[in-house]
């Protein structure tokens, strides 16, 4: 029987399982997912199949060809075309569902919510808890989706798991008075020595985004910067993770930092130096730059 899990692994357990199913994982994390025993659930991976398919724009069917169809109907009579509106070439959900491969033998899913074990421990408990996490997942998913409109339209959602580079101020909707403002200022590590800029952050928004200048050129390889958020309302000690990012070349960065827990209360920001893959706990041995009030 495996151990459980600590809070900090579940956490991680989440986190790789969102990231498999909206982008897929590098074999590096697959292998973690396979550490914290979690590689065979599959919850977050149907549940984004199912968003993605309702998501699917609806085409009407030409007049012309419903009647033609209505026409050729054994026993049926010439009758006026119905409205456009009535027909629809989109897939519905449950049909693509159908069609989806089978779940393991060992359980039995419906489109209800699983129920939990009556009995057993360890690995029982974490399989259902992560599976029922990815109901709940959908839920979350089906609503961005729904205020994103049609799949193809729009613009393409930030990835979950990392920051993206560039692109425009991520406040749209938000008063001036509530964005919080914070200076970058040197961490301590030689690699952030001449850091400069700001991180603007929007509660409401839960999103932000950092500029920045003077931090070095990193290896991919060998180390990934990482972003942590300082929260009022948790445990200082275990800043949330906003993501990973990379410098590839001298000159200002320009970071939207998405992190994947709600922030109650910012109180700082800082950027350290971790593995490729990142951390769940950082060790703040290679912290680059700090940004507080």
């Known amino acids: 029987m495996k151990r459980s899990l600590t809070d900090l692994e579940t956490m991680r357990a989440h986190e790789l399982l969102v990231q498999r199913a909206t982008e897929g994982l590098d074999p590096e994390a697959t292998a973690e997912l396979a550490r914290l025993g979690a590689a065979d659930v599959d919850s977050f991976d149907l549940a984004a199949a199912a968003v993605a398919v309702a998501a699917v724009p609806r085409e ?10 209505l026409a050729a109907a054994p026993g049926s009579r010439a009758v006026a075309a119905p409205p456009t509106s009535a027909l629809s070439t989109a897939p519905s959900v449950p049909s693509v569902a159908a069609d989806l491969p089978a779940p393991a033998p060992r ?29 709940l997942a959908a839920a979350a998913v089906a609503a961005v989706a729904l205020t994103r409109g049609p799949a193809g339209v729009g613009p393409a959602a930030s990835p979950p798991t990392a920051p993206s580079v560039a692109g425009p101020a991520p406040f749209a909707g938000a008063s001036a008075s509530e964005l919080v403002t914070l200076r ?14 700001e991180v603007v952050w929007s509660p409401t928004g839960q999103r932000g985004q950092a500029r920045l200048t003077g931090l070095a050129v990193n290896d991919p390889a060998v180390a990934r910067y990482q972003v942590w958020i300082v929260d009022r309302t948790r445990d200082e000690r275990f800043p949330v993770d906003g993501g990973r990012f990379d410098v590839s070349a001298v000159g200002e960065q320009v970071i ?32 680059v730059a700090r940004a507080a009030p």
């Open 107 to 135: 359980a039995t899913r419906s489109m209800a919510a699983p129920r939990p074990p009556r009995g057993g421990a360890g690995r029982n408990r974490l399989v259902w808890g992560l599976a029922a996490s990815g109901w």
């Open 184 to 197: 970058w200022r040197p961490g301590g590590d030689a690699a952030g020595a001449g850091v400069a800029g």
């Open 256 to 287: 939207t930092i998405e992190p994947r827990l709600p922030i109650g209360a910012v109180a700082g920001f800082a950027i350290t130096l971790e593995t490729p893959a990142g951390v769940v706990v950082s060790s703040q041995d290679r912290v």
């Open 60 to 69: 009407p069917l030409p007049a012309e060809l419903a009647a033609k169809l």
